[in-house]
């Protein structure tokens, strides 16, 4: 089976539920390219993989690195890669020479950018150019230190607004962040793109999470929208723990 195109993600729409998941390493990528429409390459890295507290510390160097190693491991599955803050906001050709690179050094199929109507431009100018991009509105998580903090986005015309924009710009899809299902759900009846909800109920055209929050990689905070279908903390903790009894015991090989 060949790998689906951004093509194949827009033209799901009101045909199936696109399953999503955000990752950034090789052995989860693998496991998930069976299940998955689309992997996206997030820049919750930061904060998952490498204990920031926002995602605004990543740099493009970084996601270039993770988004090599998800393509390079997966075969089925919708690669798209996150624009990182810093990236792609200061101009539409600033936007164009980190996406072409991203696309050039992961081989991945798209990136995805946070923004609302202010940065439809931006995304015209990527799809004319042959750069498939994922919008992205609702919550922006690249603007935490504006905002003070991950704030559910309640506003239904400034995100229908936000969205409408990046659709007619050339958008295949949509990822929306942190709204209520009152909201996304008439949003879905009025695109001809999907819908990719995360924390926003279940009436999307699919959904998205990051992977270390569905398995359970940390226990300390799990989102209040997610239902974990694994304690992989536990198990790991468990896992060191008898092997460092077996070091202590003289019985490890």
């Known amino acids: 089976m060949s790998r689906l195109s951004p093509a194949d993600i827009r033209a799901s729409k009101g045909e ?18 069976e299940h998955c429409d689309l992997i996206l390459v997030g820049d919750s890295l930061a904060m998952s993989l490498y204990g920031q507290n926002s995602t605004v510390q990543i740099p493009l160097d970084v996601m270039a690195w993770h988004g090599k190693a998800v393509v390079d491991s997966t075969s089925k599955a919708c690669v798209i890669v996150d ?32 923004g609302g109507s202010l940065m439809a431009p931006t ?15 609702g919550l922006f998580p690249q603007h935490v230190n504006m905002v003070g903090g991950f704030k559910k986005e309640r506003d239904g015309q400034r995100v229908l607004g936000d969205a ?23 949003l879905k009846e009025q695109l001809d793109i999907p819908t990719i909800g995360i924390a926003a109920g279940p009436d999307c055209d699919g959904q998205i999470l990051v992977i270390d929050d569905l398995i359970g990689l940390n226990p300390d905070y799990v989102p209040p929208f997610v239902k974990p279908k694994a304690q992989t903390a536990v198990a790991i903790k468990d896992a060191i723990q008898a092997y460092a009894a077996e070091v202590r015991a003289g019985s490890s090989v």
């Open 123 to 137: 995304v015209e100018f990527l799809t004319q150019r042959g750069i498939p991009v994922l919008g992205h509105v």
């Open 164 to 186: 409408m924009a990046h659709q007619a710009a050339g958008a295949f899809a949509c990822v929306i962040e942190a709204v209520p299902a009152d909201v996304a759900t008439p």
């Open 16 to 33: 199936r539920k696109l399953v999503t998941l955000s990752l950034g390493i090789a052995p989860m990528a693998k496991m998930a390219d």
């Open 83 to 114: 624009l990182p803050f810093g990236s792609y906001e200061q101009s539409p050709q600033q936007a164009f020479e980190s996406a072409a690179r991203i696309l050039k050094e992961t081989g991945a199929q798209g990136v995805k950018m946070e």
